[in-house]
């Protein structure tokens, strides 16, 4: 095991206020779009969709709203033609950003990411200019009381995992994104509960931030784009210790 994602400590955390917030409805629904879109639209052939789609039932998600994502992820939405964009910046403090869209107007997104960037006194970027920070991974997040952690990797590994870090409420486990479905599959068929399967940006570096004040303004960045009706996907290379997520609960 190893620290692969300083990134985690903050998903973990705006899960929590996303479900707060009532966010947690349309993340649901982004995480169907994203599923359905990196492997088609037939949850029996495409385990990270079935995953989505549990999660977005669990979190009464009606089902037109289901059918209507994995539509539009799949591109089978009549008259309708989406295209992926990704923009990105630095936030405050210099750190590295990366906000995937996806939009039936690109005329229309490119000024509002542009404008979210300069809210939070950030700034957004020539494409590459952070790219080579991020690396795309697959992530399988196992929740549960009582897991055997060697027993548990040594069933990710055979499922072909590179890695496997402890959270707070379980355990993620990294993979190569080709592979997503057959670990997450294979790591549900051993017994254990898959709460997440998902397509990631993991950073290679990190940037910690200090104080509380910076904290608080970088987490409203992320909850702005977020919030936004074409993002997708928000990543960054913050890394906010325990100590300061605490001050801000």
């Known amino acids: 095991m190893s620290g692969h994602s300083k990134w985690a400590n903050i998903k973990h955390r705006k899960a929590a206020q996303d479900a707060k917030k009532g966010v947690a409805y349309q993340r649901l629904t982004k995480n169907i779009i994203a599923a359905a879109k990196a492997g088609g639209g037939d949850p029996n052939a495409n385990f990270q969709l079935k995953v989505a789609i549990d999660r977005a039932r669990e979190g009464n998600v009606p089902m037109d709203n289901i059918e209507r994502a994995i539509k539009r992820g799949a591109g089978n939405l009549e008259g309708v033609t989406y295209e992926d964009i990704t923009y990105e910046g630095y936030g405050p403090g210099g750190v590295a950003v990366m906000v995937e869209t996806s939009t039936d107007n690109?005329?229309?997104?490119?000024?509002?990411?542009?404008?979210?960037f300069a809210k939070v006194g950030g700034a957004i970027g020539e494409l590459g200019c952070v790219a080579w920070n991020f690396e795309r991974r697959g992530v399988v997040t196992v929740t549960g009381s009582g897991i055997d952690?060697?027993?548990?990797?040594?069933?990710?590994?055979?499922?072909?995992?590179?890695?496997?870090?402890?959270?707070?409420?379980?355990?993620?486990?990294?993979?190569?994104?080709?592979?997503?479905?057959?670990?997450?599959?294979?790591?549900?068929?051993?017994?254990?509960?898959?709460?997440?399967?998902?397509?990631s940006m993991e950073p290679k570096t990190t940037v910690v931030v200090?104080?509380?004040?910076?904290?608080?303004k970088l987490l409203a960045m992320i909850d702005r784009f977020e919030e936004h009706d074409d993002v997708q996907n928000v990543y960054s290379n913050f890394e906010i210790p325990d100590e300061i997520l605490s001050q801000l609960d």
């Open 106 to 116: 690109r005329n229309r997104t490119a000024p509002e990411i542009r404008s979210l």
């Open 149 to 199: 952690e060697d027993t548990l990797l040594g069933v990710a590994i055979d499922a072909g995992a590179d890695d496997m870090t402890q959270e707070e409420d379980g355990f993620e486990i990294i993979c190569d994104q080709s592979a997503l479905s057959s670990v997450a599959a294979a790591i549900r068929d051993a017994g254990y509960i898959v709460e997440g399967a998902e397509a």
């Open 210 to 216: 200090k104080t509380k004040g910076d904290a608080a």
